[in-house]
């Protein structure tokens, strides 16, 4: 009890954590590669995929944490299942077809419960999942199951899910279908997307008695 | 005085760089009646996208504090009933500033939790995430409770959620408690074990280990700085980018 302590000096502090596996917060892009993306659209998509992968990695939690999984259309095709963004290699996209629409949407929510259930076996802990829908068109197929799909889980806080329309869009039926106000994008400016999806979250599924949720308001990235 | 203790909330650094204020609050304090010295601590923390979470947050932990105290000096019990009707009291509080600033109540959304410790007795609140940890009497430290999160690990339940309060937690442990531990969601995941369900026992205890060895209240005042700096520093901030609280305090033996 006599040693003098200098309380100044000594290293307060614990590097010791408890090692816990990343949270994760799984991410679905819905991206329209019909005949009508080709060209500049589609160029400034492969770019936006890019910048997306890059400010992902700019972000030690994102980096860890975000899990991106892209689905094209059409025809729909898994282009890339759920990877963290070390490991997101987006390949160039080309222009395939038309745009089942519908079908995408029903692929995007499939891959987002298959993904849930693997956390949850895995005690893996999540963020609300996100499907962003990217299109520039009309639907090509019956999209009323993906609509009713859509609705159901956004109901349920199964995930949020997001229309965006690149010029050229029918917004009319992006709005038919989001329970969400899609939004038309400026430009394909994911960094501000994706800083006002993390700050949106804490509060994306609570909800007070007869209160609706507000998010923030999109900042900067959109036409709204 | 009988307790030692420190205590800070530390903004994150997704706030930083959204230009957002600190949301979480703590206070705590210690107050002498009829010859017994009761330490009283309420921490905080508003949710990410509320309005005024900074100014709900800090309305719950003032606000509760004083009430506390006014109570115990009004040799009024702190007991379950009581706790019941401190929320009570901050949901009105809470909906008046909502009122007077014209937005809906849930924009002062923000958690609550704390403790009030006796000599000999213990009481303990929550409602939403964060965790408050006690001694375990044998050396370690066990959670009062562990955090609820919905699904999803952002989601949780505010004071402001329903005046029933379904959701608050309260825990009257009648023994002696020495040492207490009280953190936000933001250190969550750096302090407990999320497969195991345990307390990360190190952190922990090389942390008190100093508190306990601080004599002098200076002492105290110099580590409480350092558990700002801590907070702070780039071993906090690789992990996590959300506000943090982190109040320890432990009772100096007697």
């Known amino acids: 009890m006599d040693d003098y302590i200098s309380f100044e000096q000594i290293p307060f502090g614990s590097n010791s954590f408890a090692d816990n596996p990343e949270p994760r917060c799984p991410c679905v892009l819905l991206l329209d590669t019909s005949g009508s993306m080709a060209g500049k659209p589609l160029n400034e998509l492969n770019e936006g995929l890019k910048i997306f992968k890059k400010e992902l990695l700019n972000d030690a939690l994102a980096t860890k944490r975000v899990e991106v999984a892209v689905v094209t259309f059409g025809p729909v095709s898994l282009h890339s299942d759920f990877q963290t963004a070390k490991d997101f290699y987006p390949r160039e996209l080309n222009t395939t077809g038309d745009t089942p629409l519908g079908e995408a949407i029903e692929m995007g929510i499939e891959l987002v419960n298959k993904r849930k259930k693997l956390y949850k076996e895995n005690g893996i802990a999540y963020y609300k999942p996100w499907i962003i829908l990217i299109t520039d068109g009309s639907p090509t197929d019956a999209y009323e199951k993906a609509k009713t799909m859509v609705q159901t889980g956004e109901n349920d806080k199964a995930f949020a899910f997001f229309a965006i329309g690149v010029e050229g869009a029918n917004m009319e039926i992006l709005k038919d279908i989001s329970v969400r106000q899609p939004l038309k994008l400026k430009g394909l400016m994911f960094r501000e997307f994706f800083l006002w999806l993390s700050a949106s979250m804490k509060m994306v599924s609570v909800k007070a008695p007869g209160i609706n949720t507000t998010l923030l308001p999109p900042t900067g990235w959109t036409e709204l | ?254």
């Open chain 2, 1 to 254: 005085m009988i307790w030692k203790a420190i205590g800070k909330s530390v903004i994150g650094t997704s706030h930083i760089q959204n230009n957002k204020l600190c949301e979480d609050a703590l206070v705590y304090t210690e107050v002498i009646h009829q010859n017994e010295s009761i330490f009283i601590a309420i921490a905080s923390d508003g949710a990410g996208s509320a309005l005024f979470a900074n100014q709900a947050a800090e309305l719950i932990v003032n606000r509760g504090t004083k009430i506390l105290i006014d109570w115990i000096l009004n040799d009024l019990p702190i007991n379950e009933a009581a706790i019941l009707a401190l929320a009570e009291i901050l949901y009105d509080e809470l909906a008046q500033e909502a009122d007077n600033c014209q937005v809906p109540l849930n924009e002062f959304s923000s958690t609550f939790l704390g403790a009030v410790l006796y000599k000999s007795a213990a009481i303990f609140f929550q409602i939403g995430d964060g965790v408050i940890i006690r001694d375990d009497g044998i050396g370690g430290y066990a959670a009062i409770w562990w955090p609820q999160n919905g699904e999803y690990i952002n989601t949780t339940s505010f004071l402001i959620e329903d005046k029933q309060f379904p959701n608050l937690k309260i825990s009257l442990i009648h023994e002696q408690i020495n040492e207490i531990a009280i953190l936000t969601d933001g250190l969550q995941m750096l302090t407990l074990n999320t497969e195991t369900l345990t307390v990360h026992q190190p952190f922990f205890t090389s942390l008190f280990k100093w508190l306990r060895l601080a004599i002098e209240v200076d002492d105290v005042l110099i580590l409480n700085e350092k558990l700002s700096d801590y907070l702070s520093s780039e071993a906090i901030n690789d992990r996590t980018d959300d506000d943090k609280t982190l109040l320890l305090a432990t009772r100096i033996s007697n």
